[in-house]
């Protein structure tokens, strides 16, 4: 079975951003970007289940600006065999992701794609769920276990209370969270292999998607920031504090 | 104008997480409906309909929302979606779980996690782990929202709305319940409580972690939360997560016991009215935030704390 993954460049998730002070957004001028965390699990599942034998090919599949091939090159030296960059310097929704990435599950016809449950820039955790819909597949979102089967994929999922672990035909979207496995460092040698492997560039246009974004960003500013608190010298402090002071107790 | 709910239920009873969202809801200005979609659902929906705010409730019945899988959810959601100008989830796993599935569907971009209602078609919401609030203004007929419920308060009781039963839609067939484990607890639900006692890494194990920080959560009678190092570790459970990837809360006291103050964490928590850090790194990033600070060891500070409440 090919799988896709779906990786994002976003910024590092160690980067504590700026909000631009004109309210227009965020400053991203000179800021570490990596592969968005999830999506470095996604690649990791994948590349596990190609171990396992049950995966054939690995395609990993960017949409961003010219930088991301950086992103996919990650992916190829964690362990994917090809990449599609769809290249583009807007902002890109959710929605619009998910309909470029129905373009190439439509083309590569994948019996799997795993995706970030969410990216950890704009937060959304949406574009798997949009994706499943947009082909019609079963989803198994915020992923903690896989096994996949010849025909179905049983997914055992982090859920509010606990765990729910429920079986899906093939083909299947696959979102994964933070348990799913640790991923691997990328080896010097697998680095060096991974730039003689293909990036194929595309465009929205190729895929025929609209990308205009449906929301309008009015403005960005940073949140309120909490008063400075005091340090207390002990146990019996902390407590008259609490009951007098704060009122909590 | 009219809003359509999905609530957050277990059948037997609806949880505080509708209630909540049911106050953004009513807050987009027009009439509210609240869909309850389960098996054996009739209590829920009962208790929707005493919300004050709800015009009416839809019961839809059937084996296949018994989990509340995405599949057949998404498609009951999209059959009634026409008469609805608005559609609200709370964002909980199983609203952030079928919501966007049925925004595809109906050709709409989601607004998720909103926690400040400006205009019917203008949010607040937060991106990079809350480090930047932005506003949004939706250009889509329909709005689509998954709802941060710590940001809004409880709707009170008080109503009386008509229950009507709608017919449940084709399951499509393609996801199966397995199995689910779900934690059975006397403590009240980390999401909707007024006191959360949060370990992090400093705990070291699972059987320190349940030596000091349960007989403190339970003397305060407050939930349990835990960091992302704690839960990766296996010292508390993965619905223990509070951040900015777990659960997002915002209790009357927030105590946080050997958690460094990761962004990440911060997001999930920094919305507590009092926070207090036990830490002993006197410049852990946890005290930036916290309104008391004790700097000091974990596993003397906590039994003391607890012995002496
Ligand atoms: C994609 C992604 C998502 C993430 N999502 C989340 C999330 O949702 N929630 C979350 O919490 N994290 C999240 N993280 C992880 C986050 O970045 C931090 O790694 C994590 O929060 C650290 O947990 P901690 O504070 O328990 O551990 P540490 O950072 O290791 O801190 C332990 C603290 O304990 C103190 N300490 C040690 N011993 C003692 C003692 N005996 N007494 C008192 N203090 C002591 C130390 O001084 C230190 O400050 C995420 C990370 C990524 C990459
Ligand atoms: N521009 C993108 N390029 C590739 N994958 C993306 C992109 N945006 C989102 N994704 C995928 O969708 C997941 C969820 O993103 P989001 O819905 O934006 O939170 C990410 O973890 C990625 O796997």
Redesign the pocket.
């Known amino acids: 079975m090919k799988v896709l ?5 976003v910024v590092d998730y160690n980067v504590k951003i700026r909000v631009k002070p004109d309210g227009t957004g965020v400053d991203l001028a000179n800021v570490k970007m990596s592969m ?1 965390p ?2 470095e699990i ?1 690649v990791e599942e994948a590349v596990r289940l190609k171990e396992a034998g049950t995966a054939t090919e690995i395609v990993a ?4 600006p010219q930088q ?1 091939q950086e992103t996919l090159r990650t992916a190829l030296a964690m362990g994917a065999d090809r990449a599609i960059l ?1 290249k583009t310097d807007e902002t ?1 929704e ?1 929605l619009a ?1 998910a309909k470029l ?1 129905k373009g190439v599950a439509e083309a590569e016809e994948p019996g799997l794609v ?6 950890i ?8 769920q ?1 994706l499943a819909a947009l082909l019609g597949w079963p989803q198994g979102t915020f992923a903690f276990k896989l096994a996949a089967g010849e025909t179905a994929l049983t997914v055992t999922r982090e859920v509010d209370g606990g765990l729910q672990t429920v079986e899906l035909t093939l083909p299947a979207i696959v ?2 969270d933070l348990r799913l496995n640790e991923p691997r460092y990328a080896t010097l040698p697998n680095i060096m292999k991974a730039k003689k492997k293909p990036i194929e560039e595309k465009t929205p246009a190729d895929y025929g998607v609209d990308t205009t974004p449906r929301l309008t960003v009015v403005k960005t500013v940073e949140p309120q920031k909490r008063g400075g608190g005091i340090v207390v010298a002990s146990v019996d402090e902390l407590i008259d504090r609490l009951k007098n002071e704060a009122g909590v107790l | 104008m009219t809003t359509l709910l999905i609530a957050e239920h277990h059948d037997t009873g609806l949880s505080d997480a509708t209630a909540k969202a049911l106050s953004a809801a009513t807050q987009l200005g027009g009439e509210v409906h609240v869909l309850v979609a389960g098996e054996g659902a009739r209590a829920a929906a009962d208790a929707a309909a005493q919300l004050n705010g709800v015009a009416k409730v839809l019961l839809a019945e059937a084996p296949a929302y018994a989990h509340r899988l995405a599949e057949p959810l998404a498609d009951l959601i999209v059959g009634l979606a026409g008469a609805y100008d608005a559609i609200v989830a709370p964002a909980t796993t199983t609203g952030k779980n079928v919501l ?1 599935r049925v925004a595809a569907l109906l050709d709409v971009m989601q607004v ?1 996690d909103v926690t400040a209602v400006v205009a019917p078609d203008s949010f607040e919401r937060p991106i990079y782990a809350g480090n930047a609030i932005q506003t949004v203004r939706s250009s889509d007929a329909k709005k689509l929202l998954t709802v941060r419920v710590s940001a809004f308060a409880a709707a009170a009781g008080g109503g009386l709305a008509p229950v009507e039963p709608v017919a449940a839609s084709a399951d499509p067939g393609v996801s199966r319940f397995v199995e689910e484990s779900l934690a059975v607890s006397e403590r009240p639900e980390l999401g909707g409580a007024k006191i959360v006692v949060s370990g992090g890494r400093a705990l070291g194990s699972k059987e320190k972690f349940d030596e000091v920080v349960l007989p403190l959560a339970d003397k305060l009678g407050a939930a349990v939360g835990a960091s992302r190092a704690a839960v990766d570790a296996g010292y508390a459970p993965n619905d223990w997560q509070v951040g900015q990837t777990g659960k997002v809360v915002a209790p009357e006291l927030y105590v946080a016991a050997g958690i460094s103050g990761a962004i990440q964490h911060l997001a999930g928590m920094k919305d507590s009215r009092v926070i207090v850090a036990i830490n002993k790194d006197a410049e852990a990033p946890i005290f930036q935030i916290a309104d008391y600070g004790l700097v000091g060891d974990i596993f003397e500070i906590l039994p003391e704390l607890t012995g002496k409440l």
């Open positions: 993954v779906a990786v994002k460049r968005n999830f999506d996604a599949v960017s949409i961003g991301a769809i890109v959710p992701v990435l795993i995706l970030g449950k969410q990216a820039d704009d937060d959304a955790n949406q574009t798997g949009m979102t994964t | 966007p998720s």
